[in-house]
């Protein structure tokens, strides 16, 4: 395959992944492991967390209703809580690959996030801004979901970037570290790389490519 372009997904791509911080929190808290995951996976079309991202409701309407949602499950978790886990550290490695890959192909950012924080990367200091915006200047588009009003899984976020980056969808590899987000893209005919940990998505990154990392 001769690919023309490499998608990226942001959180647990190109940072370490929000669920670290998730799981944390709920060792700290006393609470099961993954609920909070459990909670934005139950009803994920029409929930507070997917209502969030796509920006059909703010911060002020998601605190209340994730607390809510959380509640009902058996664990309370105010919203303000879960919106302070979301910003990862940025992988310097993997933010060089993104420089090489820029070289030979067209990449783009295609990410489900909140307008929370600092940036598109949901930052929580100054300092993690700036290396986020660093990493967000390498893209030639970044695709947002709280800009723009859909969000992954759905196939038309997926086509959105192809149209912005004039290719078609078969010559095109995603990464993403969700699964859920992987099976859409592999139906519109991507190449999709499940990002497992940053050594093992680089090293199947650079086997799909044919380039040596």
Not at 55 to 82: K, M, N, Q, T, Y
Not at 108 to 125: F, H, K
Not at 198 to 206: M, N, P, T, V
């Amino acid at each position: 395959m001769s690919y023309q372009a490499v998608l990226w997904d942001f959180g647990g791509v190109i940072t370490t992944s929000p669920f670290e911080a998730f799981n944390r929190y709920e060792a700290e808290h006393g609470l099961p492991l993954d609920f909070i995951r459990r909670i934005n996976a139950t009803n994920p079309d029409t929930n507070a967390w997917a209502q969030f991202e796509s920006s059909r409701i703010g911060i002020e309407e998601f605190d209340p209703l994730f607390l809510e949602e959380s509640r009902a499950a058996g664990h309370p978790i105010p919203g303000r809580d879960v919106i302070a886990l979301l910003s990862g550290d940025v992988r310097p490695r993997m933010v060089e690959v993104l420089r090489r890959c820029k070289q030979d192909f067209k990449i783009a950012c295609l990410t489900n996030n909140v307008r929370a924080g600092q940036g598109p990367g949901m930052s929580r200091s100054p300092e993690n801004a700036a290396q986020v915006k660093a990493a967000m200047a390498l893209f030639e588009h970044v695709l947002e979901s709280s800009r723009e009003g859909m969000r992954k899984p759905q196939p038309e976020f997926y086509l959105l970037a192809c149209e912005r980056l004039g290719v078609e969808p078969a010559r095109v590899l995603y990464l993403d570290d969700l699964g859920i987000n992987l099976k859409p893209a592999r139906q519109l005919g991507m190449t999709t790389i499940k990002v497992v940990s940053e050594a093992q998505a680089i090293r199947d990154l650079g086997t799909a490519l044919k380039i040596a990392f």
